[in-house]
C-alpha cells in the first residue's frame, strides 16, 4: 500500500523555524523525484519545492527561496522540508507529493500544482501568526 504521512506541522511565531517530515512506504522511495505543495485557505494549490530522486538537483519557488531547504535520507524513506523565516504568507497545509516517474523536480515550474500529477499524501497544517 502506497502512503505519504507527513508530520511536523503546527503554530509559529513569525521569523520562526518548523522542520516538516514525510514518511514514505509501498514504493521504491529513490526511484521518485519528490516535492513539497501547499493549499493557503481560500487559494489555490501551489507547488513549494522539489528534490530528485538523489538529492543532487533541487527547486524552490520564489516565494520560500533562501528560507526554505528540502533534502531528503533516502535509506529511511524520509522527506523533509527546514522552514525557516516564516511569514503569515506561509499559513497553509503543507503535502509531501511523489511524482511520475522520471519527472525532474523542475518541471514543476511549467506544470499547475493539481492532483492530477503524482501521488499525494493527506497534508500538515502549518500556521504562522503571532
Known amino acids: 500500500q502506497m502512503q505519504l504521512v507527513e508530520s511536523g506541522g503546527g503554530l509559529a511565531q513569525p521569523g520562526g523555524s518548523l522542520r516538516l517530515s514525510c514518511a514514505a512506504s509501498g514504493f521504491t522511495f529513490s526511484d521518485f523525484t519528490m516535492t513539497w505543495a501547499r493549499q493557503a485557505p481560500g487559494k489555490g494549490l501551489e507547488w513549494v519545492s522539489g528534490i530528485f530522486k538523489d538529492g543532487t538537483t533541487s527547486y524552490y519557488t520564489d516565494s520560500v527561496q533562501g528560507r526554505f531547504t528540502i533534502f531528503r535520507d533516502n535509506a529511511n524513506n524520509t522527506l523533509y522540508l527546514q522552514m525557516s523565516s516564516l511569514q503569515p504568507e506561509d499559513t497553509a497545509r503543507y503535502f509531501c507529493?511523489?511524482?511520475?516517474?522520471?519527472?525532474?523536480?523542475?518541471?514543476?515550474?511549467?506544470?499547475?500544482?493539481?492532483?492530477?500529477?503524482?501521488?499525494w499524501g493527506q497534508g500538515t497544517q502549518v500556521t504562522v501568526s503571532s
Open positions: 507529493v511523489k511524482l511520475p516517474r522520471h519527472w525532474g523536480p523542475v518541471i514543476v515550474r511549467t506544470r499547475a500544482a493539481t492532483r492530477d500529477f503524482g501521488f
